[in-house]
DNA sequence: CTAGGGTTAG
């Protein structure tokens, strides 16, 4: 049977009067979208424009692209209608580059102002914010007029990047000349784009002063403003809003305030809010819950979490944003089976709930996962590579970090500060000086240089590649400081044999308020470990408990031991470890076993060696200490006992290995390295310099070498071969005069080329840095910084 | 066909 072509069009026409009452309810449009697209291509006739425009709408809201994109293209000529409605379904979509080519291929004579503002919206929405200025000046610039709609989209992405108060009295000014000033949704728009001005939170008063001119404000009024409030820490204007809101609009509220406290890390405040809902009748919903699981979480209030976990999962009104906070909230207390099991039982893993976990992985040290996982990541955003990048930078693996960063950017993702941020942590890895300095300027070129991360990472890079003045020099020149920003200071002054100005640095940042953290402590300790300063780091120690109520963990007292040992304090060391709250750690150990390296104390070097063996048998460092132990006091039998011991339990001593960076190209050097194409020239002119050395006092330590060789000749030959020494002789031979030498080596350096480069560098006249495993050391005319032992 | 606020991952 023939269809009747006018009854279908007919019906056809009737579902589109039907689809758009059922726009709100998706399924159900979507439904009948199908059944009208069905019909269509059964019966084969031509719709109206219309039905079709409402098909690709419906389409779009119902995330179904593909459908509205085919349909569009089916379309011999589309009116602006429908490409309006592409474009909006693109930027909805988030597909902006979509969305900008429908508009682009409209002839700016087809365009309207709603196909402008659809677009400005769809930037701003995707937080274009300088995209939607652009488009807004090239409309006007072309002759249409911007109208309320304009305004209030434009305004939204001007808000995301507004720095400047004249600008936001500019844009106040056109909206108030067009006469869309005191239209509810600009003026809403306004206030968010005044209290979000970086440079002056000052301006909400002007947001203020907008908010109160707005003729019939509504509940997004109330919300914009409180936001204002909120983001700028303003949390008692805040609450005195809230006051004077209407009972049933208070819930956004609330909800803004709870977020705006956790964001603070303010998690008492922010569960105080909490009660006060509840007290005052009023019900969480989806948008609250998230926001008390980081709140549990960054105070690590895991039993509150669980509860609340417990709770919403009976309400059942949880969307997935609960479920992504709920990784984060059990890996962050530790609980990695929880979180792992919660992420795979998750009915809809977005990219959020990926990065949860792979931040999970890469913050508990868990790296290995945390790669695997980055490789099964399908889709990642800006967050992953950050998130893995200032991971792998965490974990040692520095080379990684800039492959990754760099792969980033050929991605085509714009490196925010905290990208770089893990670059250069990389760079401070790998002591890659160059290269940081290259990304320092690169972030002052594009304006991050105020960041707190990038500055953060500044401070410890340059400390790490050596540079201390340079590290200080960016701490005194950020624009606001962190706790972090504090300790990597403190760090870098430690770490160089400035001591006591990093004692100064610290009783600077005490005067100025700022509560230390554990990790300050640990730093500040270190720091009067490396200069000798006992009684100032026992002084500190004590406070840690008595003042600021932070219990020192195995690695404060590990530091308080080896400051004790080092000014060779050995009984108070030991009773130190007798009256510790927990049973000695591997970490205690070593601390003494090194500090009795450093002052020939064998009989307690021992014991801590034993100690050593039964917790961490497969140590190569501990092997080594106690065998350079007895090879300093010739007992060569011990020596090769203790070599035995190692072979026997197969541990295998880490090969030791250095390295020079020049103009970015990274030299690595081993023992006995011969590999390298200018060897022999090297070899060469390290035996020159050694016959000089000589003639200055420059006696070969040969208890450092580990067999006992029958020739002293021969065990000198093997002295001249570690890796620090042919990358030191290489640098000198390569770099230019007068440059300050950079050397790094994996392992701890020995007594031998200690003095061997305290020689060097009055010889040669150069300023040579080593950095080895556990410290630096700075050679300038026969000294070093941290003294003659080492 | 187009607008303005509150939720999750560093």
Redo the contacts with the bound molecule.
Sequence with gaps: MQPNPDLVRAIANRYAANLRLC?PLRRTSLQLARAVHGNIITFGFQPHAHILNRLI?VYCKSSELDYARQLFDEISEPD??AR??MV?GYCASGDIALARSVFEETPVSMRD???Y??MI?GF??NNDGYSAINLFCKMKHEGFKP???TY??VL?GL?LVVDDEKQCVQFHAAALKSGAGY???VS??LV?VYSRCASSPSLLHSARKVFDEIPEK????W??MM?GYVKNGCFDLGKELLEGMDENMK??AY??MI?GY?NCGLYQEALEMVRRMVSSGIEL???TY??VI?AC?TAGLLQLGKQVHAYVLRREDF???FD??LV?LYYKCGKFDEARAIFEKMPAKD??SW??LL?GYV?SGHIGEAKLIFKEMKEK?I?SL??MI?GLAENGFGEEGLKLFSCMKREGFEP???AFSGAIKSCAVLGAYCNGQQFHAQLVKIGFDSSL?AGNALITMYAKCGVVEEARQVFRTMPCLDSVSWNALIAALGQHGHGVEAVDVYEEMLKKGIRPDRITLLTVLTACSHAGLVDQGRKYFDSMETVYCIPPGADHYARLIDLLCRSGKFTDAESVIESLPFKPTAEIWEALLSGCRVHGNMDLGIIAADKLFGLIPEHDGTYMLLSNMYAATGQWEEVARVRKLMRDRGVKKEVACSWIEMETQVHTFLVDDTSHPEADAVYKYLQDLGKEMRRLGYVPDTSFVLHDVESDGHKEDMLTTHSEKIAVAFGLMKLPPGTTIRIFKNLRTCGDCHNFFRFLSRVVQRDIILRDRKRFHHFRNGECSCGNFW
């Design positions: 726009l709408d602006k209608i309006t409605t909006s102002t709603v196909m503002n659809a919206t701003s929405h109208d309320n709609f209030a989209s939204a808000a239209i509810t949704s809403n728009a968010s509504d509940e997004r009024s919300t914009t936001t819930l956004v909800n803004a977020s956790v919903d989806e948008f998230p926001s980081r979480a969307s997935f944003h992504n906070s984060s990219l959020v990065n949860a931040s913050s955003n967050l950050m998130i200032s925010c500060d905290y991360s």
